[in-house]
Protein backbone atom coordinates (compact mmCIF):
# COMPACT_ATOMS: atom_id res chain seq x y z
CA UNK A 1 0.00 0.00 0.00
CA UNK A 2 2.75 2.46 -0.85
CA UNK A 3 1.12 6.13 -0.82
CA UNK A 4 4.04 7.44 -3.37
CA UNK A 5 6.16 5.32 -5.36
CA UNK A 6 8.88 6.26 -7.28
CA UNK A 7 10.70 3.96 -9.82
CA UNK A 8 13.64 3.37 -10.31
CA UNK A 9 15.00 3.24 -7.10
CA UNK A 10 18.52 3.21 -8.49
CA UNK A 11 19.60 4.93 -12.32
CA UNK A 12 23.18 4.48 -13.69
CA UNK A 13 23.67 6.70 -16.67
CA UNK A 14 26.11 8.18 -18.73
CA UNK A 15 26.96 11.90 -19.31
CA UNK A 16 24.93 13.18 -22.16
CA UNK A 17 21.77 11.16 -22.33
CA UNK A 18 18.51 11.66 -21.68
CA UNK A 19 16.61 9.88 -18.61
CA UNK A 20 13.28 9.86 -16.56
CA UNK A 21 11.93 9.15 -13.04
CA UNK A 22 8.35 8.31 -12.69
CA UNK A 23 6.32 9.00 -9.72
CA UNK A 24 2.92 7.34 -8.69
CA UNK A 25 0.66 8.62 -5.79
CA UNK A 26 -2.49 7.02 -4.77
CA UNK A 27 -3.62 9.61 -1.78
CA UNK A 28 -5.78 11.32 -4.42
CA UNK A 29 -3.64 14.52 -3.92
CA UNK A 30 -3.46 17.19 -6.27
CA UNK A 31 -0.43 18.54 -6.09
CA UNK A 32 2.79 16.73 -6.65
CA UNK A 33 6.77 17.96 -6.53
CA UNK A 34 10.06 16.88 -7.12
CA UNK A 35 13.08 17.42 -4.70
CA UNK A 36 16.84 17.36 -5.31
CA UNK A 37 19.17 16.10 -2.41
CA UNK A 38 22.61 16.73 -2.90
CA UNK A 39 25.67 15.16 -2.15
CA UNK A 40 25.98 17.12 0.77
CA UNK A 41 22.49 15.81 2.17
CA UNK A 42 20.83 19.38 1.10
CA UNK A 43 17.12 19.00 0.09
CA UNK A 44 16.03 21.15 -2.35
CA UNK A 45 12.59 21.86 -4.03
CA UNK A 46 12.64 21.83 -8.08
CA UNK A 47 9.29 22.03 -8.76
CA UNK A 48 5.76 21.64 -7.55
CA UNK A 49 2.74 21.13 -10.07
CA UNK A 50 -1.30 20.88 -10.09
CA UNK A 51 -3.71 21.23 -12.52
CA UNK A 52 -3.40 25.20 -12.49
CA UNK A 53 -0.28 25.74 -12.08
CA UNK A 54 3.80 24.88 -12.62
CA UNK A 55 5.85 26.60 -9.69
CA UNK A 56 9.33 26.04 -11.00
CA UNK A 57 12.22 26.69 -8.52
CA UNK A 58 14.16 29.13 -10.92
CA UNK A 59 17.59 27.87 -10.01
CA UNK A 60 16.63 24.12 -11.82
CA UNK A 61 18.03 24.42 -15.46
CA UNK A 62 16.07 23.78 -18.40
CA UNK A 63 17.15 20.71 -19.05
CA UNK A 64 14.73 19.16 -16.25
CA UNK A 65 11.42 18.96 -16.91
CA UNK A 66 8.23 17.66 -15.28
CA UNK A 67 5.68 16.26 -17.15
CA UNK A 68 2.25 14.68 -16.04
CA UNK A 69 0.45 12.28 -17.54
CA UNK A 70 -2.61 12.72 -14.89
CA UNK A 71 -3.13 13.68 -11.42
CA UNK A 72 -1.54 10.53 -9.72
CA UNK A 73 1.60 10.84 -11.83
CA UNK A 74 4.69 13.33 -11.96
CA UNK A 75 7.45 11.93 -14.01
CA UNK A 76 10.61 14.27 -13.94
CA UNK A 77 12.76 14.06 -17.29
CA UNK A 78 16.31 15.24 -17.65
CA UNK A 79 17.74 16.10 -20.71
CA UNK A 80 21.40 15.91 -21.52
CA UNK A 81 22.62 14.54 -18.21
CA UNK A 82 25.89 16.04 -16.87
CA UNK A 83 28.00 14.98 -13.16
CA UNK A 84 26.36 17.38 -11.30
CA UNK A 85 23.11 16.05 -11.73
CA UNK A 86 23.75 13.08 -9.98
CA UNK A 87 21.81 13.05 -6.65
CA UNK A 88 19.12 11.45 -5.14
CA UNK A 89 15.54 12.69 -6.38
CA UNK A 90 12.34 12.52 -4.28
CA UNK A 91 8.60 12.37 -5.47
CA UNK A 92 6.06 14.07 -3.06
CA UNK A 93 2.31 14.92 -2.63
CA UNK A 94 0.04 16.66 -1.06
CA UNK A 95 -3.33 18.63 -0.83
CA UNK A 96 -3.63 21.81 -1.67
CA UNK A 97 -6.10 23.69 0.48
CA UNK A 98 -6.59 26.86 2.58
CA UNK A 99 -5.98 24.71 6.07
CA UNK A 100 -2.48 24.26 7.25
CA UNK A 101 -1.70 20.99 8.32
CA UNK A 102 -3.71 19.24 5.56
CA UNK A 103 -1.11 20.31 2.77
CA UNK A 104 1.31 17.93 4.94
CA UNK A 105 3.50 16.41 1.80
CA UNK A 106 4.32 12.85 1.34
CA UNK A 107 7.45 11.55 0.38
CA UNK A 108 8.57 8.92 -2.43
CA UNK A 109 11.39 6.57 -1.43
CA UNK A 110 14.29 8.53 -3.47
CA UNK A 111 15.61 7.54 -6.78
CA UNK A 112 19.46 7.84 -6.43
CA UNK A 113 21.17 9.13 -10.11
CA UNK A 114 24.58 8.34 -10.42
CA UNK A 115 25.57 10.34 -13.85
CA UNK A 116 29.34 9.01 -14.72
CA UNK B 1 17.38 30.17 2.66
CA UNK B 2 16.24 28.03 5.12
CA UNK B 3 14.54 30.81 8.22
CA UNK B 4 15.45 28.73 11.23
CA UNK B 5 18.15 27.53 13.05
CA UNK B 6 19.04 24.47 14.32
CA UNK B 7 21.92 22.81 16.53
CA UNK B 8 23.86 20.27 13.83
CA UNK B 9 23.81 17.08 15.90
CA UNK B 10 21.94 15.88 19.37
CA UNK B 11 22.35 12.63 21.31
CA UNK B 12 19.88 11.34 23.08
CA UNK B 13 19.79 7.95 25.60
CA UNK B 14 17.35 5.59 24.35
CA UNK B 15 13.92 5.79 26.13
CA UNK B 16 14.66 9.55 27.31
CA UNK B 17 12.76 12.09 26.50
CA UNK B 18 14.52 13.73 22.80
CA UNK B 19 14.49 17.69 23.18
CA UNK B 20 15.05 19.34 19.59
CA UNK B 21 15.33 23.38 19.49
CA UNK B 22 14.95 25.27 16.63
CA UNK B 23 14.57 29.14 16.39
CA UNK B 24 13.18 31.26 14.07
CA UNK B 25 13.43 34.99 15.16
CA UNK B 26 11.87 36.32 12.20
CA UNK B 27 8.46 34.20 11.97
CA UNK B 28 5.55 36.36 10.85
CA UNK B 29 2.11 36.32 12.20
CA UNK B 30 0.77 33.70 9.57
CA UNK B 31 3.67 31.36 9.30
CA UNK B 32 3.48 28.32 10.77
CA UNK B 33 6.23 25.92 12.28
CA UNK B 34 6.09 22.59 10.79
CA UNK B 35 8.48 19.52 11.82
CA UNK B 36 9.89 16.55 9.27
CA UNK B 37 12.28 14.09 9.88
CA UNK B 38 14.40 12.35 7.42
CA UNK B 39 15.64 8.58 8.09
CA UNK B 40 18.55 7.43 6.35
CA UNK B 41 17.95 6.55 2.91
CA UNK B 42 14.20 7.31 3.49
CA UNK B 43 12.02 10.54 2.44
CA UNK B 44 11.70 13.02 4.48
CA UNK B 45 8.11 12.26 7.22
CA UNK B 46 5.89 14.80 8.44
CA UNK B 47 6.27 14.90 11.92
CA UNK B 48 4.14 17.73 13.61
CA UNK B 49 3.30 21.27 13.05
CA UNK B 50 2.03 23.97 14.99
CA UNK B 51 1.23 27.86 14.69
CA UNK B 52 0.81 29.03 18.07
CA UNK B 53 -0.18 27.25 20.94
CA UNK B 54 1.51 23.50 21.97
CA UNK B 55 0.66 20.92 19.93
CA UNK B 56 0.94 16.73 20.67
CA UNK B 57 0.14 14.02 18.46
CA UNK B 58 1.20 9.76 17.96
CA UNK B 59 4.92 10.98 17.23
CA UNK B 60 5.56 14.18 19.23
CA UNK B 61 4.76 17.04 21.51
CA UNK B 62 5.24 20.82 19.60
CA UNK B 63 6.12 23.40 22.05
CA UNK B 64 5.87 27.40 20.57
CA UNK B 65 7.53 30.32 23.07
CA UNK B 66 4.82 32.81 23.54
CA UNK B 67 6.94 35.17 21.71
CA UNK B 68 6.94 32.60 19.10
CA UNK B 69 10.16 33.15 18.12
CA UNK B 70 11.35 29.56 19.01
CA UNK B 71 9.94 26.09 19.72
CA UNK B 72 11.42 22.53 20.80
CA UNK B 73 10.06 19.41 19.11
CA UNK B 74 9.97 16.73 21.82
CA UNK B 75 10.27 12.64 21.40
CA UNK B 76 8.94 11.68 24.48
CA UNK B 77 10.73 8.18 24.75
CA UNK B 78 13.03 8.67 21.79
CA UNK B 79 14.28 4.65 20.56
CA UNK B 80 16.58 4.09 18.04
CA UNK B 81 14.21 4.35 14.77
CA UNK B 82 14.12 8.14 16.23
CA UNK B 83 18.16 8.31 14.44
CA UNK B 84 17.57 10.77 12.34
CA UNK B 85 17.93 13.92 10.48
CA UNK B 86 15.22 16.82 12.15
CA UNK B 87 13.87 19.53 9.98
CA UNK B 88 12.58 22.71 11.50
CA UNK B 89 10.52 24.41 8.85
CA UNK B 90 8.80 27.87 9.27
CA UNK B 91 6.09 28.17 6.11
CA UNK B 92 2.62 30.07 5.90
CA UNK B 93 0.94 26.21 4.78
CA UNK B 94 -1.76 25.40 2.62
CA UNK B 95 -0.27 26.21 -0.18
CA UNK B 96 1.22 24.52 -3.11
CA UNK B 97 4.86 25.52 -2.14
CA UNK B 98 7.90 23.34 -1.92
CA UNK B 99 9.04 23.00 1.47
CA UNK B 100 12.29 24.97 2.35
CA UNK B 101 14.72 23.13 4.05
CA UNK B 102 17.91 23.65 6.31
CA UNK B 103 20.57 21.65 7.87
CA UNK B 104 18.31 20.16 10.57
CA UNK B 105 19.65 18.19 13.41
CA UNK B 106 21.20 14.96 13.26
CA UNK B 107 19.27 13.13 16.14
CA UNK B 108 21.24 10.24 17.39
CA UNK B 109 19.61 7.97 19.64
CA UNK B 110 22.11 5.47 21.64
CA UNK B 111 21.61 2.33 23.25
Known amino acids: DTAVSQTPKYLVTQMGNDKSIKCEQNLGHDTMYWYKQDSKKFLKIMFS???????INETVPNRFSPKSPDKAHLNLHINSLELGDSAVYFC???????????????FGPGTRLTVL | DAKTTQPPSMDCAEGRAANLPCNHSTISGNEYVYWYRQIHSQGPQYIIH???NNETNEMASLIITEDRKSSTLILPHATLRDTAVYYCIVRVGGGADGLTFGKGTHLIIQP
Open chain 1, 92 to 106: ASSQEGGTPGLDTQY
Open chain 1, 49 to 55: YNNKELI
Open chain 2, 50 to 52: GLK
